[in-house]
């Protein structure tokens, strides 16, 4: 079965560059969500999509954009990055905006930046 | 500030004894607690969820039990496994928002 693909798996990055993740949900899937997870940590919502429309706003910081495209993949976009900006960061997809169809949520492989 | 705990970093269990993974969640209005399972190198996969208004939910080989009480979550593992090795995650929905906590790490001594 198809599941949630991200690219790129591996991204280095230096101080203040800028970088874009991507994430294509699962097919038929309508929500897309963006985690950070540092080392160690748990994951930090950042930032979901429904439909193309933001849907719920969590910890992101205001060098970070996103948005979820016609065909439901979104992209993260990260400007001036900072070296606490490494980490991997996680998309996830559900179908449905059901409180029970956003516990199960499918998660990709993770992107793992690094900023030198 | 609202969050989801766990009161153990670290789990070690001998295969095939059963396995319980605690946390503790502060906020009270979440309608839904979540339990996810990552493994080394891989995003987090949904285990079992249980609704604040239930106290016991039974899946394969996994229950969870949910004591609001003393805002304690539970998740017990029969029978554990080499596979079932990885962190494990409690979450808890705010709006659609999944707000996870500190994870267990679950080691399975064959």
């Known amino acids: 079965a198809a599941g949630v693909i991200q690219s790129p798996r591996h991204l280095i990055k230096e101080k203040r560059e800028t970088a874009t993740l991507k994430c294509y949900p699962i097919?038929?899937?309508?929500?897309v969500y963006w985690y950070q997870q540092g080392p160690g940590q748990d994951p930090q919502f950042l930032i979901s999509?429904?439909?193309?429309?933001?849907?719920d706003k969590g910890s992101i910081p205001d060098r970070f954009s996103a948005q979820q495209f016609s065909d439901y993949h979104s992209e993260l976009n990260m400007s001036s990055l900072e070296l606490g900006d490494s980490a991997l960061y996680f998309c996830?997809?559900?179908?449905?905006?059901?409180?029970?169809?956003?516990?199960?949520?499918?998660f990709g492989a993770g992107t793992r930046l690094s900023v030198l | 500030g609202e969050s989801v705990g766990l009161h153990l970093p670290t789990l070690s269990v001998q295969e095939g004894d059963n396995s319980i993974i605690n946390c503790a969640y502060s906020n009270s209005a979440s309608d839904y607690f979540i339990w996810y399972k990552q493994e080394s190198g891989k995003g987090p996969q949904f285990i079992i969820d249980?609704?604040?208004?239930?106290d016991k939910r039974q899946g394969q080989r996994v229950t969870v039990l949910l004591n609001k009480t003393v805002k304690h979550l539970s998740l017990q593992i029969a029978a554990t496994q080499p596979g079932d090795s990885a962190v494990y995650f409690c979450?808890?929905?705010?709006?659609?928002?999944?707000?996870f906590g500190q994870g267990t790490e679950l080691s399975v001594k064959p």
């Open positions: 999509f429904y439909e193309k429309m933001q849907s």
């Open positions: 979450a808890e929905t705010q709006g659609g928002k999944l707000i």
């Open positions: 996830a997809s559900s179908l449905g905006q059901g409180p029970e169809a956003k516990n199960i949520q499918y």
């Open positions: 249980i609704r604040s208004n239930m």
């Open positions: 097919p038929r899937h309508d929500t």
